[in-house]
């Protein structure tokens, strides 16, 4: 950065700093932490999210600001991370960096860590576990088989090598519980009492399929692409551990997002309506990082979510920045298709569709959707 | 042929319910503007810029995948429609109120002009 550049960005930080002195609003702090984001300065763009939020404590921007700095602040601390990998001589640092990933969900980076960390340090009971972790949160989102097989996988691993095996058998019974298993629930509560961590969630659960309860044999991939094929969890979460996770569609998934279990059948069942309407290909209801999907998806990296999200992102930027006031639908046309999207705060709801199809109908019943799932959250919260 | 333009987005503004129009190129360089009131050139035509940019960025890696036709905003005080004229983008302001699709005929037929007069003729 040369003199010239330094001394425009020295001015225009303190046209801003004032502006932020003088005529405080969610936009000029919004504008200042933008400035610091450009200058790669996180903390200080935390600082001025942080006194922002103070003033004004209902701002979504702001709070959007927020966790954008405490994001950047973590990607910092990988990258520092990062370099102290090679030199390792135990896997903590793996663990560490995993764990940052985690934090970001950033799920992908979490498989890459582990697996490499696997690589080094065979052994390594607590790799796998956050590995299986990182499925676990992969399975709960997007009710994908091969995350679920592979989160059991890595759990029984875990046990095998002499990990954390309460944390492992304690994962392993909530994941048999959700999909519907009960040989495989009682035989990890059995294993829990063995270790004296049994407590009041497992032994309802036991006590819910009681003592005679399958003991036949069960094949748990099909429970598995069972859960996958019916797009829902066989059972809803009853562990504590899940729910303050946020895991799954449990209270602190999309049902709890969308409301309790009959709200999250209503939003899966509209989604699902428009799904099958002639032209339409795709069709999503996304409550902050989780999505419920519809159509011709094949899972949480289809790029169609991504657009979703980042045409609600920029439309709603571009509204605002263009004082036409808040972004609440949006249609584009393109090479793909039409893309209809309906935003409401963190709700949004959108489809994929061919050009020809009736773009108001679409926008309308998305609204409905997204209207819906926010009056079924407030109803409950209230 | 900048004039041309202008006359174009002229007659548009005549329309019930606009509230401005302007042509942009892709990277947000304003070709003729008749943004009124608290619509400012610049701001309206980076944040066009802006908005198509990471869109397409989106969807794909492939530019043949990229292509956008229109893109329309509805927001809670005006509408904005964006359309592809050629090497540039129509941008057509409404207020909140507007029926697009009544509108959309007039959009066309300048979208069209503006497509035309956007072309150099070499023969």
């Known amino acids: 950065m040369n003199l010239i550049q330094r001394l425009k960005i020295r001015t225009e930080l303190k046209r801003l700093e004032a502006r932020v002195h003088e005529s405080p609003s969610p936009s000029t702090f919004v504008d200042l932490g933008q400035v610091y984001i450009n200058l790669g300065m996180h903390e200080r763009t935390l600082e001025v999210a942080e006194d922002g939020l103070a003033l004004f404590p209902q701002s979504n921007e702001l709070r959007k600001l927020k966790s954008f700095a405490q994001k950047k602040r973590l990607a910092d601390r990988i990258d520092r991370m990062r370099s102290q990998l090679t030199k390792a001589r135990d896997p903590q640092p793996y663990h560490e960096l995993a764990n940052l990933h985690l934090e970001l969900g950033d799920l992908e980076a979490v498989q890459g860590v582990c697996e490499e960390c696997i690589r080094r340090f065979p052994d390594d009971a607590e790799a796998h576990l956050l590995l299986a972790r990182a499925c676990l949160l992969g399975f709960y989102r997007d009710l994908g088989a091969r995350e679920g097989t592979a989160a059991m996988e890595h759990l029984e691993q875990v046990v095998t090598l002499g990990g954390d095996e309460s944390a492992a058998r304690r994962l392993l019974a909530e994941l048999s519980w959700r999909i519907g298993s009960s040989t495989e629930v009682l035989r990890q509560v059995t294993e829990l009492e063995r270790l004296g961590c049994i407590d009041k969630e497992l032994t309802a659960m036991r006590d819910t399929l009681g003592a005679d309860a399958g003991r036949g044999g069960e094949d748990m991939a099909a429970l598995f692409h069972d859960v996958e094929s019916r797009g829902r969890m066989a059972r809803a979460p009853v562990l504590r551990e899940l729910r303050t996770m946020g895991l799954g569609f449990g209270p602190g998934g999309v049902a709890g997002a969308a409301g309790g279990d009959n709200d999250l059948h209503e939003v899966r069942a509209t989604l699902a309506a428009l799904a099958e309407r002639e032209g339409v290909v795709k069709a999503t209801y996304i409550r902050g990082a989780k999505a419920l999907v519809k159509g011709q998806i094949r899972d949480s990296r289809d790029p169609f979510l991504r657009v979703v999200r980042v045409v609600a992102r920029a439309s709603q930027r571009a509204a605002r920045r263009m004082d036409v006031g808040n972004f609440s639908k949006g249609v584009v046309d393109g090479a793909f298709g039409r893309l209809c999207v309906c935003s409401f705060g963190e709700a949004l709801a959108a489809v994929q569709c061919d050009v020809g199809v009736d773009e108001d109908a679409l926008l309308a019943e998305l609204q409905e959707l997204v209207a819906g799932s926010l009056v079924a959250a407030t109803g409950r919260k209230s | ?123």
Not at chain 2, 84 to 93: M, R, T, Y
């Open chain 2, 1 to 123: 042929m900048t004039n041309q333009i202008d006359q174009a987005l002229g007659e548009l503004m005549h329309r019930e319910s606009v509230r401005g129009a302007a042509v942009v190129t892709d990277d947000g360089i304003t070709v003729a503007s008749r943004l009124v009131g608290r619509f400012r050139d610049e701001v309206v035509s980076g944040l066009t810029s802006f908005l198509l940019l990471t869109t397409r960025r989106a969807l794909s890696d492939r530019e043949s995948e990229q292509r956008i036709d229109r893109f329309t905003i509805h927001a809670t005080h005006g509408k904005l429609l964006i359309q592809h004229v050629g090497g540039a983008w129509l941008i057509v302001l409404t207020d909140q109120f507007a029926r697009l699709e009544g509108v959309m005929p007039a959009i066309d037929e300048v979208g069209s002009r503006v497509r035309g007069l956007m072309k150099i003729d070499v023969s």
